[in-house]
């Protein structure tokens, strides 16, 4: 049984960071590209990074560019999303999901986590 547990979130201020972390178990996680979507309340999901299954390829959404560094760690089934430079844009449930193939697009995601949140005030 594939379980993906995000943890990390919170409440920050606009302009700090904060680290999410996804634990994966149940799947060979090296395998697997990895994923961190987000939704904001009466909206879609949205893609926010992804991750190669080596990690040496890494694509971001334009809002976070510059700011959202995605990052795994194959020895211990994880993947991390560190945000620095948050904006209340920003805030949202955010989710991390595993695919075979990196994708985009929240259909080319096979397993997802339950999410964490995250608030960043004004």
């Known amino acids: 049984q594939v379980q993906l547990v995000e943890s990390g979130g919170g409440l920050v201020q606009a302009g700090g960071s904060l680290r999410l972390s996804c634990a994966a178990s149940?799947?060979?996680?090296?395998?697997?590209?990895m994923g961190w979507f987000r939704q904001a309340p009466g909206k879609e999901r949205e893609f926010v990074a992804a991750v190669s299954w080596s990690g040496g390829s890494t694509h971001y959404a334009d809002s976070v560019k510059g700011r959202f560094t995605i990052s795994r760690d194959n020895a211990k089934n994880t993947v991390d999303l560190q945000m620095n430079s948050l904006k209340p844009e920003d805030t949202a449930d955010y989710f991390c999901?595993?695919?075979?193939?990196?994708?985009?697009?929240?259909?080319?995601?096979?397993?997802w986590g339950q999410g964490t949140q995250v608030t960043v005030s004004s």
């Open positions: 149940g799947l060979t996680f090296s395998s697997y590209a």
């Open positions: 999901a595993a695919t075979p193939h990196i994708s985009l697009t929240t259909p080319g995601y096979d397993y």
